[in-house]
């Protein structure tokens, strides 16, 4: 009998359509066996929608570019805690590069599965991959392998019970800038002044260091206006592309109900041909018939004449025998 883990993992790779079945059988199998509690947990586990199970199949069959995806996560979570605002804007363009080509894959795999996606389901996807990109409690979800629904930034994770090992997801903690060390000033004692080192004299507390404050403020600001007008790009590019999404669905449906109607004429083209074909068949065939008929009806005609005359013959022989 198989361990809860690699239970899940096989019902999360199945396509939508397959789940419930299977997750029914895993569990009567697991009951069969006498582990209650392991029936429990699978019959628990809730069915992915379809943007989720291509996302999840992602993870099991393509281990290297879901780490790809990790990694790069990692790197725009620590360039944005550090304030790098060059590497940020690097990063973020390498970002919408490889959420591009994880969802082609995801594409193609769903299609080599038997379950293309729509353009809806896409988005879906898009969009928990660049959760998984944002948050570190989305990304252990994500690398998980066990999405029921669509990863949402800064929200909740739809997930299906996580491997061993991983423990509940937490909420990323907020980054904090990096803070200067610099010397205190010192606050002199009340009455005499505070003097250091031989000889008379009085020393002044150190000013603050003003600078590398005002140069960290001035890198956090570089940093999320970086990140704002990544944001405001992938948003605006966002709108187009479903803009076009919208107007390819309504051009695709035109061509749809366009096809439906021509099979359906061609359909009713056929049908009046055939019945066409029929009735000509038919009224050859009734004319032959009536040929036919008439036929026998002159060959009738004639036995009856013939037979008339050899009658009217044996009478008058007939006749003049009587006579003689």
Do not use: C
Not at 161 to 187: D, F, H, V
């Amino acid at each position: 009998m198989e361990g809860f883990d690699a239970v899940a993992d096989r019902l999360y790779t199945l396509s939508p359509a397959g789940f419930t079945a299977a997750r029914t059988a895993a569990a009567a199998e697991a009951r069969r066996a006498g582990d209650r509690a392991l029936a429990t947990r699978i019959a628990a586990l809730r069915r992915p929608t379809r943007s989720a199970w291509a996302v999840n199949l992602l993870v099991h069959t393509r281990p290297e570019e879901t780490r790809a995806l990790l990694d790069l996560g990692g790197s725009l979570r620590r360039a944005q805690a550090e304030l790098a605002g060059p590497a940020l804007r690097e990063l973020s363009a390498e970002r919408r590069r490889l959420v591009a080509a994880l969802t082609a894959q995801v594409r193609d795999g769903a299609a080599e599965a038997g379950e293309p996606l729509g353009e809806a389901p896409l988005r879906e996807v898009e969009q928990s991959l660049r959760a998984a990109l944002a948050s570190e409690a989305a990304a252990a979800a994500f690398a998980a392998g066990r999405l029921t629904g669509p990863l949402e930034e800064g929200g909740t994770l739809p997930t299906g019970e996580l491997p061993a090992g991983w423990g509940a997801p937490t909420a990323e903690p907020a980054a904090k800038p990096p803070t200067e060390s610099r010397p205190k000033a010192e606050r002199p004692k009340a009455g005499r002044p505070k003097t250091t080192g031989p000889g008379p004299g009085r020393r002044k507390a150190p000013e603050p260091d003003r600078a590398a404050e005002q140069e960290a403020r001035r890198r956090r600001a570089e940093a999320e206006r970086a990140l704002a007008t990544a944001e405001q790009e992938e948003r605006a590019a966002g709108r187009e592309q479903a803009r076009l999404d919208r107007a390819a669905d309504r051009l695709a449906a035109a061509g749809r109900r366009a096809a439906d109607r021509t099979e359906q004429a061609r359909a009713a083209l056929r049908t009046a041909e055939a019945e066409l074909s029929a009735a000509e068949a038919d009224s050859q065939e009734a004319g032959r018939a009536l040929a036919e008929a008439r036929r026998e009806a002159s060959d009738a005609a004639d036995r009856s004449a013939d037979a008339r005359t050899r009658a009217e013959r044996a009478r008058t022989r007939l006749a003049e025998l009587a006579d003689g």
